[in-house]
Nanobody
Framework: QVQLVESGGDLVQPGGSLRLSCAAS????????MRWYRQAPGKQRELVAA???????NYGDSVKGRFTISRDNAKNTIYLQMNNLKPEDTAVYYC???????????????WGQGTQVTVSS
């Protein structure tokens, strides 16, 4: 099995910065893509950023130029550096990973429980 745990969510002022972390643990054979999603109250879940094990990255249009996703393969961890935060960024941020457990023959999608980010004065 694979577990994902997010951390770093907090209350921050508009224009401020925050860094989220997502650590994967368990019987991991290999982690492929890892992603950040977010969901605000009353809205659909949206993709924020994604990265592959090879280092390629993609960003949602609403965060491009402000957010940066990175990964530490040795620690099975990804990060989301969020700069110039806006009230519209307020949401629960979820970590998602395509990972292959040691006892399984193909990757499976795993989700964390989420971490709350609130941008407000």
């Amino acid at each position: 099995q694979v577990q994902l745990v997010e951390s770093g969510g907090d209350l921050v002022q508009p224009g401020g910065s925050l860094r989220l972390s997502c650590a994967a643990s368990g019987s991991i054979f290999r982690i492929y893509a890892m992603r950040w999603y977010r969901q605000a109250p009353g809205k659909q879940r949206e993709l924020v950023a994604a990265t592959t094990s090879g280092g390629s990255t993609n960003y949602g249009d609403s965060v491009k130029g402000r957010f940066t996703i990175s990964r530490d393969n040795a620690k099975n961890t990804i990060y989301l550096q969020m700069n110039n935060l806006k009230p519209e960024d307020t949401a629960v941020y979820y970590c998602n990973a395509d990972a292959q457990a040691t006892h399984l023959g193909s990757p499976y999608g795993y989700w964390g429980q989420g971490t709350q980010v609130t941008v407000s004065s």
